[in-house]
Nanobody
Framework: VQLQASGGGLVQAGGSLRLSCAAP???????????MAWFRQAPGKERESVAS???????NYSDSVKGRFTISRDNGKKTVYLQMNSLKSEDTSVYYC????????WGQGTLVTVSS
């Protein structure tokens, strides 16, 4: 399953962005049963999980984004969101969404660049 993230861009430190991830039609009928997550990968670093949400709405965050990022889902729209507030330069990465645990297929991701 390959999910496509969108909504990235250039933002100043302290600013906000909201990322979206729309599920492909192939999983529409089962989307509400999947746990989902957002991941990111900065240049020269390994991909890391930043936020996850279970099928029934339980959320979990990495320490680096806790209190600043909020993951949510709209099962009717088959979409997962990542609201990112108080952005820091170290949040600069390509952000991906995937199942949790992730499938072997990754979408293109969306680039978030935070300028200091």
């Amino acid at each position: 399953v390959q999910l496509q993230a969108s909504g990235g861009g250039l933002v100043q430190a302290g600013g906000s962005l909201r990322l979206s991830c729309a599920a492909p039609r192939s999983i529409f009928s089962v989307f509400r049963g999947y746990d989902m997550a957002w991941f990111r990968q900065a240049p020269g670093k390994e991909r890391e999980s930043v936020a996850s949400i279970t099928w029934n709405g339980r959320t979990n965050y990495s320490d680096s984004v806790k209190g600043r990022f909020t993951i949510s889902r709209d099962n009717g729209k088959k979409t997962v969101y990542l609201q990112m507030n108080s952005l820091k330069s170290e949040d600069t990465s390509v952000y991906y969404c995937n199942l949790d645990p992730p499938s072997n297929e990754w979408g293109q991701g969306t680039l978030v660049t935070v300028s200091s």
